[in-house]
């Protein structure tokens, strides 16, 4: 097994999943809102599913999308982190950057917060030259944490693979950063 990295940030602590997290990522992954870019909900099953699935990416390369929670009160938020690319996709194999935070924490600047000291490890640390982040052209909340941390729309949507063809979401917009422009910006 591989160190599991963990960060703490100002104001949010990133780590390894903990089984106590998984109620309330179901709760978020089952809300509407939360899930208004993706295909649709997730079951608890799925939820589940998906939390034991980064959780041993995490325990094997020591990396990933860890989980978020807020240090003054210890609670759970959701997740950041990095993820290879699915196979699927026309520029894989790629690292991407992502996150999911629950309804109650939007609006504080933590996907930012977060998302900033997720690219400082992965061009310190990785050693990465380049990390990219993906969404449906629709979800323009996403897209502003991307442009926060000094990620560049990349002009070349595609067509997400995964989701249907005919849903509003399946046209996606691209969005990279490399390591010379995050040195740049000192972020």
Same mark, same amino acid.
């Given at each position: 097994?591989?160190?599991?990295?963990?960060?703490?940030?100002?104001?949010?602590?990133?780590?390894?999943?903990?089984?106590?997290?998984?109620?309330?990522?179901?709760?978020?992954?089952?809300?509407?809102?939360?899930?208004?870019?993706?295909?649709?909900?997730?079951?608890?099953?799925?939820?589940?599913?998906?939390?034991?699935? @980064?959780?041993?990416? @995490?325990?094997?390369?020591?990396?990933?999308?860890?989980?978020?929670?807020?240090?003054?009160?210890?609670?759970?938020?959701?997740?950041?982190?990095?993820?290879?690319?699915?196979?699927?996709?026309?520029?894989?194999?790629?690292?991407?950057?992502?996150?999911?935070?629950?309804?109650?924490?939007?609006?504080?600047?933590?996907?930012?917060?977060?998302?900033?000291?997720?690219?400082?490890?992965?061009?310190?640390?990785?050693?990465?030259?380049?990390?990219?982040?993906?969404?449906?052209?629709?979800?323009?909340?996403?897209?502003?944490?991307?442009?926060? @941390?000094?990620?560049?729309?990349?002009?070349?949507?595609?067509?997400?693979?995964?989701?249907?063809?005919?849903?509003?979401?399946?046209?996606?917009?691209?969005?990279?950063?490399?390591?010379?422009?995050?040195?740049?910006?000192?972020?």
């Amino acid at each position: 097994m591989t160190g599991i990295y963990e960060f703490n940030t100002e104001r949010l602590k990133l780590r390894q999943w903990r089984l106590d997290d998984y109620p309330m990522f179901a709760e978020m992954n089952a809300c509407p809102k939360v899930m208004e870019y993706f295909p649709a909900p997730l079951s608890r099953t799925e939820s589940d599913t998906f939390a034991a699935k @980064i959780s041993s990416l @995490i325990a094997k390369r020591g990396w990933g999308l860890w989980a978020v929670e807020e240090k003054l009160n210890k609670s759970f938020i959701g997740f950041t982190g990095l993820h290879e690319t699915p196979t699927e996709l026309s520029f894989s194999p790629a690292i991407e950057i992502g996150w999911r935070l629950s309804e109650g924490s939007w609006g504080n600047g933590y996907a930012t917060e977060a998302a900033k000291r997720v690219l400082r490890f992965a061009f310190e640390q990785l050693q990465l030259n380049e990390v990219v982040s993906f969404t449906s052209l629709t979800n323009e909340p996403s897209q502003a944490v991307m442009r926060r @941390i000094d990620m560049r729309n990349a002009n070349c949507n595609f067509n997400h693979p995964l989701v249907p063809a005919d849903s509003e979401l399946n046209e996606h917009v691209l969005y990279k950063i490399n390591k010379q422009q995050w040195d740049e910006h000192g972020l």
